[in-house]
């Protein structure tokens, strides 16, 4: 891979998403950002991604991709996509501690690759706080180089119920040394930024708020498409007919309140809950709630096909989302940007996207069901004038040109 750069471009080294594109934040990120950045003359990226393990970068599901090179035993080592150079590296499996072995190794081949090409005050942008104990190292080394280290701090990762009491108290730590030692801490959200500045004043961290983005564009598919239609008959489900929502099936997403709720509702309307795999919650929730006995809910997988995604959120009734930890959440800015309601758990990272183009709900009991309620009986200029105030929210705060903007004047400054 050459390390020659073009012009005056400044080079931003990107580490922290496993891949490019495959269903994820950051990973959407990074597809996006590098798209509305392709033909920019002034910026040139190097993104280090995983070669192998859960996750991997697999740029056979990319459009596009150029410049391939490979290693002697003919695996894939780098490529070109969206005019970023794109390099895969092999991370030891180790379990859950993979992800920060990665992110080390990712941030050293950085190191040297900016000092093996003579490469002049470059960036190197992590995402996620995962390698806060060994960061003040790695950053006194990028400052010796004249790089400068930027964070995306992501969520409250120290905060997610599926972390035991010992990862949770390394999280928090892990983002309290990376604020302390980072060039830039960059929020997707106001209320992350305000957190970061209050939690770590001591410090009195360096922050900017960029958002993560979305699109307007309608889907593909029809709405007689038949991999449309074949999706609703194969899980008895009919336009403009259901309910939905869309994360991974973990506690902080509140799937126990929507399913709960959605049953004492009295909604004759369905409810499509597309999620990740999780047995044990899936059973931990049917003991405590029995929705198999509850025809309306159904449990229908995941959807990896963004189109006959965004088709689905199209055809839905509204939009639950639930989601309590995080910053700007890809998922609701999607649902936004197609979903004309959109009923949001009331929680300030949410209120902060959706403002007056969505409706709110507690977690009390019967907070939802009475809204659900209420939801089955607005007519049909109603929910359209959601739908356009929350089309216009994306419009205006969300789109990834506009995202793609602010990093340039962020990078460039």
């Known amino acids: ?63 596009g991709v150029s410049g391939i ?17 794109v390099v895969k590296i092999k991370v030891p499996q180790i379990g859950a ?3 920060i072995a990665y992110d080390i190794k990712a941030f050293k081949w950085c190191l040297r690759y900016i000092s093996e090409n003579n490469i002049r005050d470059a960036i190197v942008y992590v995402l996620a706080c995962r390698i806060g104990p060994f960061f003040g190292g790695l950053v006194k080394k990028a400052h010796k180089l004249g790089a400068k280290v930027f964070v995306n701090p992501d969520g409250h990762e120290w905060k997610r119920a599926k972390w035991s009491g010992p990862v949770r108290k390394y999280w928090k730590e892990s983002e309290r040394l990376m604020t302390k030692h980072a060039d830039l801490m960059v929020c997707d959200s106001v209320n992350i930024e305000k957190y970061i500045r209050e939690e770590y004043s001591g410090y009195s961290p360096k922050t900017t708020f960029i958002a993560y983005g979305a699109d307007l564009k309608k889907s593909t598919l029809s709405d007689d498409d038949r991999k449309f239609t ?29 399913i709960r709720e959605f049953m004492r509702s009295k909604s004759t309307k369905d409810f499509a809950i597309i999620t990740t795999k999780n047995d044990s919650l899936l059973e931990e929730l049917e003991q405590k709630l029995h929705w198999r006995s ?9 959807v990896y096909d963004p ?31 197609a979903t004309d309601l959109n009923l949001l758990i009331d929680v300030g990272f949410n209120r902060e996207v959706g403002q007056d183009a969505a409706l709110y709900w507690g977690s009390g009991e019967g907070e939802l069901a009475r809204l659900i309620d209420e939801a089955d009986l607005m007519d049909v200029k109603t929910r359209e004038d959601f739908g356009s105030k929350a089309k216009e929210r994306i419009r205006t705060a969300y789109s990834w040109q506009f995202i793609g903007d602010e990093y340039k004047r962020v990078f460039l400054a």
């Open 230 to 258: 074949e999706w609703l008959a194969s899980h008895g489900l009919s336009k403009d007919n259901y309910y939905m929502c869309c994360g991974r099936f973990v506690p902080e997403n509140s799937f126990e309140i929507m």
């Open 307 to 337: 189109e006959l995604l965004k088709k689905i959120r199209e055809n839905a009734y509204a939009n639950f989302h639930g989601h309590t930890v995080g910053g700007t959440n890809p998922s609701l800015l999607e649902a936004l940007g």
């Open 69 to 85: 090179e490979k290693a002697e035993d003919g695996s894939v080592k780098s490529f070109v996509y969206h005019n970023a150079n």
């Open 294 to 302: 509850d025809s309306r809910i159904k449990f229908v997988g995941t």
């Open 1 to 63: 891979m050459s390390g020659n750069l073009p012009g005056n471009a400044k080079a931003v080294f990107i580490i922290g998403a496993k891949c490019i594109g495959q269903y994820g934040g950051y990973e959407t990120f990074l597809d996006k950002l590098t798209e509305t950045h392709q033909n920019e003359t002034s910026i040139k990226y190097f993104i280090v991604t995983k070669a192998n393990g859960d996750g991997a970068m697999d740029e056979t599901k990319l459009n």
């Open 97 to 99: 501690a993979q992800a």
